[in-house]
């Protein structure tokens, strides 16, 4: 019989061959360790009656509804795996009641507060890299893994490798195309890679993280991440009036409940348009 810990970790290696992002399986990983050091038995001979007390300890101790719902993911998770491997013949987490997550409303930068930080990039890359973090809406692992290749000029796209290893597209405007060929052109090394470093080499996901904080601070805005540019291109379409199921296709969101989020973006431009009606003279 293989040991908790040989099964997590063929549970993570099949993840990783489905495409699995290093942060879900860390954070799964992480999640499962932690039920099993409370839950000390066989993971195979493991009951609904062990997994419900676990998450009513969590509750009782007020985590989040959030956190609840990561952990009550890795061990439903783990379980499917195991019964598609057929390690066990039942699934203990059928039972399990998913916490009701509370509607967060995402936040975003003004297009005006975008240009003041990428204004206060420190050389003409970071610059770039704004740009096209705010023009595309891609996430950050998407443009980390860019090589020059990806971008198609001629029809104002780029290919990355999105969710699940799967490739897709995402659209540029001419500003952000004109920046990259501009950029190109600096460029003397050989290198594939989208953006490099002084080395020449693969610029880190570490590295462009920090560049938008520290940016962002020297502005006096607080907490920039490269996700909020993601945000905010979904916000400004929503106040623009686009319709959100072009949101949906433009941010690749698989459900389109995930992108009903900027919904509330529209409704306030469609009061202040029936207003605008009542007003005039």
């Known amino acids: 019989m293989e040991s908790n810990n040989k099964l997590i970790k063929n549970c993570m290696s099949a993840l990783k061959l489905k495409g699995s992002s290093t942060n879900t399986l860390r954070g799964y990983e992480r999640d499962l360790q932690a039920f099993f050091k409370v839950v000390d038995k066989d993971a195979i001979k493991i009951t609904f009656k062990d997994?419900?007390?676990?998450?009513?300890?969590?509750?009782?101790?007020?985590?989040?509804?959030?956190?609840l719902a990561r952990h009550m993911a890795a061990i439903r998770c783990f379980y499917k795996y195991l019964l598609r491997n057929e390690y066990i013949k039942v699934d203990p987490t059928v039972k399990l009641d998913s916490p009701k997550l509370p509607k967060r409303l995402p936040e975003y930068l003004t297009d005006e507060q975008i240009r003041q930080i990428i204004d206060a990039a420190n050389c003409y890359r970071d610059k770039v890299i704004m740009m096209v973090l705010y023009t595309t809406g891609a996430r950050l692992n998407e443009i980390f893994q860019l090589n020059r290749i990806d971008i198609d000029f001629k029809n104002k796209k780029v290919a990355v490798i999105g969710k699940g290893n799967k490739q897709d597209f995402v659209y540029l405007n001419n500003e952000a195309l004109e920046m990259l060929q501009k950029y190109f052109d600096e460029r003397t090394d050989t290198n594939p890679a989208l953006f490099v470093n002084n080395k020449n080499e693969r610029l880190g996901k570490r590295y462009i993280q920090k560049m938008v904080k520290e940016c962002g601070e020297k502005v006096g805005i607080t907490g920039v991440h490269p996700h909020l540019y993601r945000h905010s291109l979904a916000s400004r379409m929503a106040m623009d009036g686009i319709q959100i199921q072009t949101i949906q296709e433009i941010l690749r969101h698989s459900s389109i409940s995930t992108t009903q989020l900027y919904a509330h973006l529209n409704n306030e431009k469609v009061r202040g348009d029936y207003d605008k009606v009542f007003e005039k003279k």
């Open 51 to 67: 997994i419900n007390p676990y998450f009513l300890n969590l509750m009782e101790e007020n985590k989040a509804p959030r956190t």
